[in-house]
Nanobody, 129 residues
């Protein structure tokens, strides 16, 4: 099992920035993907960003994927020593308001929710206009 704890959500004005963190514990050696999804009121949960790595290989760069709506504004990264994945969100817009969920798993297609076996509790991000 892998446990995920998110932090970093909050209220910010449009154009501002926030950084979300997702700390993993437990059997972290069993996963190769960290992802972020979001769900706005009345909408379905959607993919935001993902980062994949090769387990046990430290000299290769991670691969990343982003939703078109956040490309150029959001950056996903990880600190392997801390088992933590980050989501840096810049130039925030009111339409970015949602509950953001981190997820992890052993994935071949990180854009799909069913590729993730572990989920965090969610953190609210609210962007005011």
């Amino acid at each position: 099992q892998v446990q995920l704890v998110e932090s970093g959500g909050g209220l910010v004005q449009a154009g501002g920035s926030l950084r979300l963190s997702c700390a993993a514990s437990g059997r972290t050696f069993s996963i190769n993907t960290g992802g972020w999804f979001r769900q706005a009121p009345g909408k379905e949960r959607e993919f935001v960003a993902a980062i994949r790595w090769r387990r046990g290989i430290t000299w290769e760069a991670d691969s990343t994927d982003y939703a078109d709506s956040v490309k150029g504004r959001y950056t996903i990264s990880r600190d392997s020593a801390k088992n933590t994945v980050y989501l840096q969100m810049n130039s925030l817009k009111p339409e970015d308001t949602a509950v953001y969920y981190c997820a992890s798993g052993l994935s071949n297609n990180p854009l799909k929710m069913n590729e993730y076996g572990y989920w965090g509790q969610g953190t609210q991000v609210t962007v005011s206009s």
